[in-house]
């Protein structure tokens, strides 16, 4: 009972705050403080998740990019192979004359 009693008790430093009210004020602090460390701590995770993804995004291979490209190349293979045989027919026609 004598805590209790302590609540509402002036303190020295001017008789202006209670023992109850600096009480209160040292939660709310310690609550506020706890608060923005936890904000800090999930705006972290989240510039985690946002490098992870940005670096998988350059990094990982792209099955559909990576078949367009074989695609590509094929088809410059295929000219090419086209353009040295119709010269070596041209070379062959060339010789026979």
Do not use: C, H
């Amino acid at each position: 009972l004598t805590l209790l009693g302590l609540a509402d008790t002036q303190l020295a430093a001017g008789n202006t705050s209670t023992f109850g009210g600096e009480v209160a004020a040292l939660v709310g602090d310690i609550g506020r403080e706890a608060k923005a460390e936890l904000d800090g701590a999930t705006n972290g995770q989240v510039r985690l998740e946002q490098i992870q993804a940005l670096y998988d995004s350059e990094t990982g291979v792209s099955i559909d990019e990576e078949l367009i490209d074989m695609t590509k190349y094929q088809r410059a293979y295929q000219a090419g192979a086209r353009i040295l045989s119709t010269v070596d027919q041209l070379y062959e026609t060339l010789l026979n004359l």
